[in-house]
Nanobody, 115 residues
Framework: QVQLVESGGGLVQPGGSLRLSCAAS????????INWYRQRPGKERELVAV???????TYEDFVKGRFTISRDNAKNMVYLQMNSLKPEDTAVYYC?????????WGQGTQVTVSS
């Protein structure tokens, strides 16, 4: 069982920044990749970034150079630092853990980028 709770979303102007947090339960946190996804209005959920077990970070092209994913295994936390935000970044952002046989999702946190 993995439980995930996102926070940190809100309303921000274009060019602004937000830091999203995901609190993850369980002693297995450090054993799995942690992913950030987002779902834009009218769109399918899409991968944003991955924090791997080995400490690497990967990003989809549309956020490279703007977003940074990080994890703190001691605190069972994963973060998504979002800079230079654009209106098209408006979405519900979710953290996700995929075990060998199950997917776990948080409830999502709304990010709205608007002037």
């Amino acid at each position: 069982q993995v439980q995930l709770v996102e926070s940190g979303g809100g309303l921000v102007q274009p060019g602004g920044s937000l830091r999203l947090s995901c609190a993850a339960s369980g002693s297995i946190f450090s054993a799995y990749n942690i992913n950030w996804y987002r779902q834009r209005p009218g769109k399918e959920r899409e991968l944003v970034a991955v924090a791997t077990v080995g400490g690497a970070a990967t990003y989809e092209d549309f956020v490279k150079g703007r977003f940074t994913i990080s994890r703190d295994n001691a605190k069972n936390m994963v973060y998504l630092q979002m800079n230079s935000l654009k209106p098209e970044d408006t979405a519900v952002y979710y953290c996700n853990v995929a075990t060998w046989d199950k997917q776990f999702w948080g409830q999502g946190t709304q990010v709205t980028v608007s002037s």
